[in-house]
Nanobody, 127 residues
Framework: QVQLVESGGGLVPPGGSLRLSCSAP????????ISWFRQAPGKEREGVSC????????LYTDSVKGRFTISRDNVKNTVLLEMNRLKPEDTAVYYC????????????????????WGQGTQVTVSS
């Protein structure tokens, strides 16, 4: 059973920053494409960013381009999401997902591609 654990959420004012972390005890995340999705109250889960297995190519949804950065820390076996210049509309529960089925395929921001998810971490942007 794959277990993903997100951390790093919290309450920040508009313009602030947070760094989210996704870890998987006992599973080398570097072997897999990893995504970050978010879900705000009353809305569907939407893709935020992903990093591909192999070449570490990255995708971002338009609303976070230039503000968010996804990266791997292979020493700590984590995938990070650095979030800067946060806006109230970034408020959501953030989830990381892992694609264990599509080896060597570039990551995509399609929820169906990811077969395991963490429990989520709350991000609230408010003054």
């Amino acid at each position: 059973q794959v277990q993903l654990v997100e951390s790093g959420g919290g309450l920040v004012p508009p313009g602030g920053s947070l760094r989210l972390s996704c870890s998987a005890p006992g599973l080398p995340l570097s072997y897999y494409s990893i995504s970050w999705f978010r879900q705000a109250p009353g809305k569907e889960r939407e893709g935020v960013s992903c990093i591909s297995q192999g070449d570490d190519s990255k995708l971002y949804t338009d609303s976070v381009k230039g503000r968010f950065t996804i990266s791997r820390d292979n020493v700590k076996n984590t995938v990070l999401l650095e979030m800067n210049r946060l806006k109230p509309e970034d408020t959501a529960v953030y989830y990381c997902g892992i694609d264990t089925r599509n080896y060597r395929s570039p990551c995509v921001l399609d929820r169906q591609r990811y077969d395991y998810w963490g429990q989520g971490t709350q991000v609230t942007v408010s003054s």
